[in-house]
Protein backbone atom coordinates (compact mmCIF):
# COMPACT_ATOMS: atom_id res chain seq x y z
CA UNK A 1 0.00 0.00 0.00
CA UNK A 2 1.43 3.18 -1.01
CA UNK A 3 1.25 6.65 0.20
CA UNK A 4 1.91 10.23 -0.76
CA UNK A 5 3.47 12.12 2.13
CA UNK A 6 4.22 16.36 1.37
CA UNK A 7 5.61 18.49 4.35
CA UNK A 8 6.13 22.43 3.63
CA UNK A 9 6.24 25.55 5.57
CA UNK A 10 3.90 27.45 3.43
CA UNK A 11 5.22 30.53 5.52
CA UNK A 12 2.67 32.99 7.02
CA UNK A 13 2.95 35.89 4.10
CA UNK A 14 3.06 33.85 1.60
CA UNK A 15 1.51 33.43 -1.46
CA UNK A 16 -1.57 31.87 -0.89
CA UNK A 17 -2.85 31.19 -4.63
CA UNK A 18 0.17 29.84 -5.34
CA UNK A 19 0.17 27.90 -2.50
CA UNK A 20 -3.56 26.27 -2.54
CA UNK A 21 -2.93 26.03 -6.40
CA UNK A 22 0.30 23.03 -5.53
CA UNK A 23 -1.92 21.70 -3.16
CA UNK A 24 -5.12 21.29 -5.10
CA UNK A 25 -2.58 19.86 -7.37
CA UNK A 26 -0.05 17.92 -5.63
CA UNK A 27 -3.47 15.53 -3.91
CA UNK A 28 -1.11 13.78 -1.34
CA UNK A 29 -2.67 11.83 0.94
CA UNK A 30 -1.48 13.35 4.50
CA UNK A 31 0.02 16.16 4.33
CA UNK A 32 1.91 18.52 6.87
CA UNK A 33 1.88 22.33 7.39
CA UNK A 34 3.46 24.66 8.82
CA UNK A 35 3.12 28.45 9.68
CA UNK A 36 -0.54 27.96 8.65
CA UNK A 37 -2.46 30.91 9.98
CA UNK A 38 -6.40 30.09 10.52
CA UNK A 39 -7.33 33.24 11.55
CA UNK A 40 -6.46 34.91 8.45
CA UNK A 41 -9.78 35.28 6.18
CA UNK A 42 -7.13 35.79 3.03
CA UNK A 43 -5.46 32.59 3.38
CA UNK A 44 -8.26 29.95 4.94
CA UNK A 45 -5.90 27.02 4.49
CA UNK A 46 -8.47 24.71 6.61
CA UNK A 47 -11.80 25.57 4.78
CA UNK A 48 -9.27 25.04 1.30
CA UNK A 49 -8.35 21.43 2.71
CA UNK A 50 -11.85 20.74 3.29
CA UNK A 51 -12.90 21.24 0.35
CA UNK A 52 -10.58 19.06 -0.92
CA UNK A 53 -11.55 16.00 1.20
CA UNK A 54 -8.92 16.17 3.83
CA UNK A 55 -9.79 16.13 7.59
CA UNK A 56 -7.11 17.71 9.98
CA UNK A 57 -5.88 18.35 13.41
CA UNK A 58 -4.71 22.27 14.03
CA UNK A 59 -2.34 23.08 16.95
CA UNK A 60 -1.57 27.12 17.47
CA UNK A 61 2.56 27.77 18.44
CA UNK A 62 2.81 31.21 18.60
CA UNK A 63 1.64 35.07 17.79
CA UNK A 64 2.94 36.76 14.93
CA UNK A 65 4.51 39.99 16.62
CA UNK A 66 3.73 42.72 14.05
CA UNK A 67 0.07 41.82 13.01
CA UNK A 68 -1.20 39.46 16.20
CA UNK A 69 -1.70 36.64 13.87
CA UNK A 70 -2.06 32.91 14.95
CA UNK A 71 0.73 30.59 13.61
CA UNK A 72 -0.51 27.15 13.99
CA UNK A 73 0.87 23.66 12.59
CA UNK A 74 -1.64 21.28 10.47
CA UNK A 75 -1.96 17.64 9.42
CA UNK A 76 -4.34 16.75 7.11
CA UNK A 77 -5.21 13.27 5.52
CA UNK A 78 -7.63 11.81 3.28
CA UNK A 79 -8.18 8.86 5.20
CA UNK A 80 -9.84 8.78 8.94
CA UNK A 81 -8.38 10.46 11.84
CA UNK A 82 -8.54 7.69 14.56
CA UNK A 83 -7.19 9.39 17.51
CA UNK A 84 -5.25 12.48 17.78
CA UNK A 85 -2.81 14.19 20.11
CA UNK A 86 -1.01 17.65 20.91
CA UNK A 87 2.69 17.09 22.29
CA UNK A 88 3.95 20.18 24.15
CA UNK A 89 7.58 20.58 23.42
CA UNK A 90 10.21 22.40 25.95
CA UNK A 91 10.11 26.31 24.67
CA UNK A 92 10.85 29.89 25.43
CA UNK A 93 8.81 32.87 27.21
CA UNK A 94 8.07 34.22 23.73
CA UNK A 95 7.75 31.18 21.60
CA UNK A 96 6.02 28.28 22.52
CA UNK A 97 6.58 24.70 20.09
CA UNK A 98 4.36 21.42 19.84
CA UNK A 99 4.36 18.58 17.79
CA UNK A 100 0.85 17.03 16.33
CA UNK A 101 0.49 13.57 16.65
CA UNK A 102 -2.87 11.95 13.83
CA UNK A 103 -3.69 7.72 14.36
CA UNK A 104 -5.02 7.27 10.35
CA UNK A 105 -6.29 4.46 9.58
CA UNK A 106 -4.95 3.39 5.89
CA UNK A 107 -7.52 0.81 4.86
CA UNK A 108 -7.40 -1.17 8.25
CA UNK A 109 -3.69 -0.26 9.18
CA UNK A 110 -2.79 2.13 11.64
CA UNK A 111 0.47 4.91 10.90
CA UNK A 112 1.10 7.18 13.20
CA UNK A 113 1.74 10.34 12.08
CA UNK A 114 3.59 13.65 13.45
CA UNK A 115 4.24 16.78 12.51
CA UNK A 116 6.29 19.46 14.08
CA UNK A 117 8.10 23.00 13.37
CA UNK A 118 11.26 23.56 15.78
CA UNK A 119 12.33 26.98 17.44
CA UNK A 120 14.06 28.74 14.62
CA UNK A 121 17.93 29.10 16.00
CA UNK A 122 19.25 31.11 12.60
CA UNK A 123 20.87 27.25 12.12
CA UNK A 124 23.01 27.44 15.44
CA UNK A 125 23.26 25.27 18.01
CA UNK A 126 20.75 25.93 20.39
CA UNK A 127 20.09 23.55 23.81
CA UNK A 128 16.24 24.58 23.49
CA UNK A 129 15.88 22.96 20.39
CA UNK A 130 17.74 20.07 21.81
CA UNK A 131 15.42 19.31 24.16
CA UNK A 132 12.61 19.46 21.74
CA UNK A 133 13.99 17.18 19.84
CA UNK A 134 14.69 14.77 22.97
CA UNK A 135 11.15 15.67 24.22
CA UNK A 136 10.13 14.60 20.63
CA UNK A 137 12.02 11.52 20.64
CA UNK A 138 9.93 10.03 23.47
CA UNK A 139 7.00 10.30 22.49
CA UNK A 140 7.67 8.37 18.94
CA UNK A 141 5.88 4.60 18.42
CA UNK A 142 8.69 2.49 17.20
CA UNK A 143 6.34 1.14 14.02
CA UNK A 144 4.04 2.70 11.73
CA UNK A 145 5.81 6.06 12.52
CA UNK A 146 5.96 9.36 9.90
CA UNK A 147 7.40 12.08 11.40
CA UNK A 148 7.48 15.22 9.36
CA UNK A 149 8.47 19.58 9.09
CA UNK A 150 10.29 22.00 9.43
CA UNK A 151 13.14 21.27 12.15
CA UNK A 152 15.08 23.97 11.70
CA UNK A 153 17.87 22.22 12.05
CA UNK A 154 21.00 21.27 9.50
CA UNK A 155 21.49 17.75 8.86
CA UNK A 156 24.76 18.43 10.75
CA UNK A 157 23.17 19.96 13.59
CA UNK A 158 22.61 17.72 17.05
CA UNK A 159 18.72 17.39 17.01
CA UNK A 160 18.94 16.07 13.86
CA UNK A 161 21.86 13.12 13.99
CA UNK A 162 19.19 12.57 17.18
CA UNK A 163 16.53 12.07 14.80
CA UNK A 164 18.73 9.95 12.52
CA UNK A 165 19.68 7.19 15.34
CA UNK A 166 15.91 6.70 15.66
CA UNK A 167 14.72 6.93 12.71
CA UNK A 168 14.97 6.44 8.40
CA UNK A 169 15.63 9.91 7.01
CA UNK A 170 14.05 9.90 3.77
CA UNK A 171 17.27 12.06 2.17
CA UNK A 172 20.68 11.82 2.95
CA UNK A 173 22.51 13.69 -0.21
CA UNK A 174 22.52 16.98 0.71
CA UNK A 175 19.65 19.23 -0.59
CA UNK A 176 18.14 22.64 -0.19
CA UNK A 177 14.67 23.25 1.11
CA UNK A 178 15.04 26.84 1.09
CA UNK A 179 13.76 29.42 -1.58
CA UNK A 180 16.39 31.99 -1.81
CA UNK A 181 14.06 34.54 -3.69
CA UNK A 182 11.80 34.77 -0.61
CA UNK A 183 13.94 33.55 2.25
CA UNK A 184 14.74 36.62 4.33
CA UNK A 185 17.18 35.83 7.20
CA UNK A 186 18.45 39.04 8.50
CA UNK A 187 20.73 36.90 11.46
CA UNK A 188 22.03 34.20 9.15
CA UNK A 189 24.52 34.22 6.66
CA UNK A 190 23.07 34.68 3.37
CA UNK A 191 26.17 32.71 1.33
CA UNK A 192 24.79 28.97 2.59
CA UNK A 193 20.92 29.75 1.93
CA UNK A 194 20.84 28.65 -1.29
CA UNK A 195 22.45 24.93 0.23
CA UNK A 196 20.65 24.53 3.47
CA UNK A 197 18.28 21.93 4.58
CA UNK A 198 15.58 22.64 7.33
CA UNK A 199 12.58 20.40 6.01
CA UNK A 200 12.60 16.32 6.39
CA UNK A 201 10.49 13.61 6.39
CA UNK A 202 11.64 10.83 8.90
CA UNK A 203 10.10 7.44 9.40
CA UNK A 204 10.24 4.26 11.40
CA UNK A 205 12.71 1.28 9.80
CA UNK A 206 9.23 -0.55 9.02
CA UNK A 207 8.25 1.52 6.09
CA UNK A 208 9.43 2.04 2.55
CA UNK A 209 10.02 5.18 1.37
CA UNK A 210 11.63 7.01 -1.91
CA UNK A 211 14.33 9.75 -1.65
CA UNK A 212 12.52 13.26 -0.76
CA UNK A 213 11.39 15.15 -3.72
CA UNK A 214 11.77 18.45 -3.41
CA UNK A 215 9.41 20.96 -5.21
CA UNK A 216 9.99 24.35 -6.78
CA UNK A 217 6.48 25.46 -5.45
CA UNK A 218 6.07 29.29 -5.54
CA UNK A 219 4.63 31.12 -2.66
CA UNK A 220 6.73 30.25 0.35
CA UNK A 221 10.27 30.91 1.23
CA UNK A 222 10.33 27.49 2.11
CA UNK A 223 9.79 24.56 -0.85
CA UNK A 224 7.84 21.62 -0.04
CA UNK A 225 9.04 18.34 -0.34
CA UNK A 226 7.32 14.87 -0.62
CA UNK A 227 8.23 11.08 -0.23
CA UNK A 228 5.95 8.04 -1.63
CA UNK A 229 5.70 5.33 1.49
CA UNK A 230 5.03 1.82 1.34
CA UNK A 231 3.71 0.44 4.18
Not at 38 to 49: E, L, S, V, W
Amino acid sequence: MKLKILSWNIWYDGDFEKISKFLSEFNADIVGLGEVVPDDPTRDTIAFMRKLGYQHILAPILTIQKDGRTMSNALFSKYPIMKSKIHKLPDTKTDRRNAIQADIDVKGKIIHVFMTHLLHTHQKPDSIQESQIESLIKMLTKENTIVMGDFNATPESVAIKKMRENLVDTELKPVSTLNPNLFDCPNCDPSIIPNTRLDYIFTSKDIKARSLKIHEANGSDHLAISTLTEL
